[in-house]
């Protein structure tokens, strides 16, 4: 695993805390942080290569509506503008003050789930948080969670009916749904969740079955596991 992992947002940073995947204290920017989006973490993970002995930095970012390409692109230009000209992208990584950034690109692309069946084009940490809503124990775990309303819907597959039908209305009043963090904003309204988006996929990840855990986040964690092999 690279030493820290700098993300963009406060969901992002909330999922790889319940994972566990680095100490808290490695994970930036930190919970008293505003998290203020890709070119502000790219901003972060550049600032922070100086400032102590990592030899590695993983700076996890959604892929949005783009490519791979473009995201590794993007970055690079962020940084020579904001940092020094001279770098330059080797495959995946740059390397700046000694220290190697990896890009891990967040989101799937190319799921059957997210992009054949939903149609999403825009992809993000929240399609590994659809996926768990499309298993039944996990969502099922998360739907007996104190926190939800009372009188909140309990059936994991008729509050999966619901959303494909509220996205259907969206889309038929000119409503373009093509995300899943939309499909969870409309999970979160059927289930009675009033705290953050954040807080609802920190309850998602938690209450998960562990073997869906490890299967849905298997290709993040590969990725990050990669980028120090």
Do not use: W
């Not at 102590?52 to 959604?62: E, H, M, N």
């Not at 503008?81 to 799937?108: M, Q, S, W």
């Not at 289930?191 to 490890?214: C, N, Q």
Request: with cysteine.
């Amino acid at each position: 695993m690279p030493t820290h992992i700098v993300v963009e947002g406060d969901t992002d940073r909330v999922a790889l805390e319940a994972l566990d995947l680095v100490s808290p204290d490695h994970l930036l920017p930190n919970r008293s942080k505003p998290h203020n989006g890709r070119d502000h973490a790219i901003a972060v993970a550049c600032a922070l290569c100086p400032t102590l002995d990592a030899t590695d930095i993983a700076l996890g970012l959604d892929l949005n509506g783009g490519s791979e390409a473009d995201l590794f692109n993007h970055v690079i230009k962020i940084a020579k503008d904001g940092f020094d000209r001279t770098l330059a992208l080797n495959g995946d990584l740059f390397t700046y003050k000694e220290c190697n950034i990896h890009i891990i690109p967040v989101g799937l692309p190319g799921d059957d789930l997210i992009q054949q069946k939903l149609r999403f084009t825009r992809f993000a940490m929240d399609d590994y948080l659809v996926k768990l809503i499309h298993s039944d124990v996990s969502f099922a775990a998360t739907l007996k969670s104190e926190r939800l309303a009372k009188n909140a819907l309990k059936d994991p597959a008729e509050i999966r009916t619901l959303v494909l039908k509220l996205i259907q209305l969206a889309k038929a009043n000119g409503v373009e749904i093509d995300s899943s963090k939309r499909y969870l904003d409309f999970v979160r309204g059927l289930i009675g969740f009033s705290a953050s988006r954040a807080k609802f996929a920190e309850l998602l990840i938690l209450k998960a079955d562990p073997v869906d855990r490890e299967k849905v986040f298997a290709p993040l964690k590969e990725a990050l596991t990669k980028a120090t092999s």
